[in-house]
Every structure is written in C-alpha cells, then in structure tokens.
C-alpha cells in the first residue's frame, strides 16, 4: 500500500526530470542532511515562516474577516509543495475558482434538501480523493477537498454570508500565491530539488484510496453538521489532513503526528500570551513572536521531510488560533484547550470509521489491496 506524503505527490506534478544524483545528495537538495538542514531547508522554513506571518498581518491590518484563510493557505502552498510553477500555481487557482461555482451551487439550489446534498458532496470528495490517488494532479484535488470541506460546513448555516464567505476564500488564495512567489523571490533554493520517484498503483488500490478517502471525508462533513460544530475548524481540518495518506495506515501514523503538534502548537501559543502579558496590543510584538513560533514548526516540518506531520501540525495550529480571533490580543487559553481536546476526539473517530472501511473494502475483489 502506497503511504507516500502529500509533498512527495504533489513535488512531481509540474517538476520535470533532472540529472541523476546520489541519494545522499537528494536529500541535502530537498531540505535536510545527515547534520540538520541543508541551505534548501533553511530557505524552505523562511519562506513558510515568512508566508505564514505576511498572511497573518495583512489580514489583521486589513481587517478581513475568515482570517484563518489568509494564515493557512500560504503554509499549504509553501509548506507541503516544496516547489513553486505554473503548474502548481494553476492547479491551486483552478481550484479555488471551482470551489466558488460548486459550494454556490451545492448550497443555493441542496440546502433544503440535506440527504441529496450529502449524496453531492459524496461525488464531489470521490471525484477529488480519485485525482489525488493517480498523483499527477494530488495538489488540485488535495486542496480541494480541504477548502470544499470548510466551505460547506460553514455555507450551510443560514447565519453566515455566503458571498462573504466565498469573496474571502477567494482573496486569500490569490493573495497566498503573490505571497508565495515572493517567497520564492526573496529565499529562492540554492540547488534544483530531484523529484521523487514515481510509483505505480493497481488500479483496486485506486479504488481503495478514493473510497476509503471520500466516504470517510463525507461522514466527517455529516457530523460537524448534525453537531452543529461550526466552532470546531481545528477538529475539522485535523479530520481531512490525515486523509492526504489515502489510506488507514499511513492516517495512523499522521493522526498521531497530527495530535502531537496541536498539542505543542497550543502550548506554544499559550507560552507566547504570558510572554506577552499586558503588551500584547503592541502588535509588532505579536508579529515577532508569531513568526518565532512559526519557525520552530517550519524546521520541524522540513526535517520531517514534508506531509502533514508534527510541524504542519503545529503550523496550521498557530495559524487558526490566531487567524481566527479577531484581534491577537485575545484570550487564546480556551480556544487553546478546547481545540486540542476536539481534535483529539475528532482524529479518534476518523481512525475508527477509516478501519472499518479498510476492511470491508478489502473484503471485496475490485478494492482489495494486495498485502506486503
């Protein structure tokens, strides 16, 4: 079974071939080396960093609203993409732009009628877990099934400005590729990066992956709304991130990386309010901090070698606590504790419905993964 990270996929769907080199000098081109980070990884981690925190401030100076899209969308093309192309720029803009057309579709025309939404959203997940699970296009189909996720659950409630909501997403995917070209301008790699290898997949794994994938995203889409979690964005994104595996075992291992850097991303961001005290309006204070914290969790995440692991885990944290208040200067110990304890719970259930998938899929001979 096929566990490759999410950087791993997505690096070869618009890098091309180089010359041959040893393994050794592939993983120093590709952030780190037997002594630490290599000058990739280094320029890797600023540019996450860097990403991560322009988003932030020009979000909070902007006073947009959904501020956890500006935080999160440029660690997401900066951190688990470890290239920047026409390609990859394409794949994330034409994403965005069919996530406006789906979500104002699925919301505006199914919203009365919830068992014909779910069965939509069901087709919408499998269509993207199914590009993911072939790899050329894993960007496209990762991201998708991510922003789709947020977008609906949050679409859905009659409370919530929907053209808002979609002007927002929009924005701060346009804004995340500038900010990453930047990026890129500013702290470009000192050595082309060798594509991982390709593999191949039977066509029952395909399957497998695509339906263990859009069944399990679409259960998670279910509950936060039966449950009326529209508080819960950390849980959610936890849930749909471990999926990026596209498969039960490797989601075990991601799910547990996962918690723990929430967990350390919670207490980071609690360390930094005490740090902060009674200056925590001095907001070129916050700023440095927050870039600090999101340093740590960028070198970790490199020396990780990519995925949605303890660092990402600790970056997209630091991202939603302080994307999604409205000012940093807030009270972060209780957002800290109960995000913490509701993706503990959510990652727990995912895990279980998951298992379950995998073997009554694999009770059946068109999605039987064939054991090693």
């Known amino acids: 079974m096929s566990t490759k990270s999410p950087t791993q996929s997505s690096a070869r769907t618009g890098t091309s071939a180089t010359r041959s080199v040893p393994a050794s000098s592939a993983l120093s081109q590709n952030g780190f080396s037997q002594n ?10 600023l540019r996450v960093a860097g990403g991560g925190t322009l988003g932030f401030i020009i979000s909070q100076l902007m006073g947009w609203n959904y501020g956890v899209f500006f935080t999160v969308f440029p660690m997401f093309l900066l951190g688990l993409v470890p290239v ?20 104002s579709l699925v919301v505006g025309l199914l919203k009365h009628m919830p068992v014909v939404m779910t069965l939509v959203v069901l087709g919408l997940f499998l269509l993207r877990f199914n590009l993911m699970a072939k790899g050329p296009l894993f960007l496209f189909g990762a991201n998708g099934v991510l922003t789709l996720s947020i977008l609906l659950h949050f679409a859905s409630y009659s409370s919530v400005d929907l053209s808002d909501l979609l002007a927002s997403n929009l924005m701060a995917s346009v804004l995340a590729v500038f900010i990453a070209m930047l990026m890129y301008t500013l702290f470009p790699d000192r050595e082309p990066r060798q594509p991982p290898p390709r593999g191949s997949k039977s066509t029952a ?17 279910v509950v936060f709304q039966v449950l009326d979690l529209r508080g819960s964005l950390s849980a959610q994104m936890a849930t749909i991130l471990i999926l990026f595996t596209l498969g039960y ?36 204070l916050v700023i440095m901090l927050y870039w600090l914290g999101l340093m740590l969790f960028a070198r970790e995440h490199v020396l990780e070698g990519g995925g949605s692991g303890i660092g990402f885990g600790g970056l997209t944290t630091m991202g939603i606590l302080f994307g999604q208040s409205l000012g940093p200067q807030q009270d972060l110990v209780y957002s800290a504790l109960y995000r913490f304890s509701s993706m503990s719970i959510a990652l727990i259930g995912t895990l279980s419905v998951m298992i379950c998938l995998h073997y009554l899929l694999n009770r059946w001979e068109p999605t039987r993964l064939l054991e090693k």
């Open 36 to 45: 630490g980070l290599s000058q990739n990884g280094l320029r890797q981690c």
């Open 205 to 221: 794994q395909i399957r497998h992956e695509t339906l263990i994938g859009g069944i399990t995203a679409t259960l998670s889409f």
């Open 249 to 284: 075992f490797g989601a075990q291992v991601s799910a547990a990386k996962r918690a723990v850097g929430t967990l350390l991303g919670c207490n980071l961001a609690l360390v930094m309010q005490l740090a902060l005290y009674t200056q925590s309006h001095h907001f070129l």
């Open 84 to 103: 920047l192309n026409g390609s990859i720029i394409r794949q994330f803009l034409s994403n965005v732009s069919l996530n406006v057309l789906e979500v």
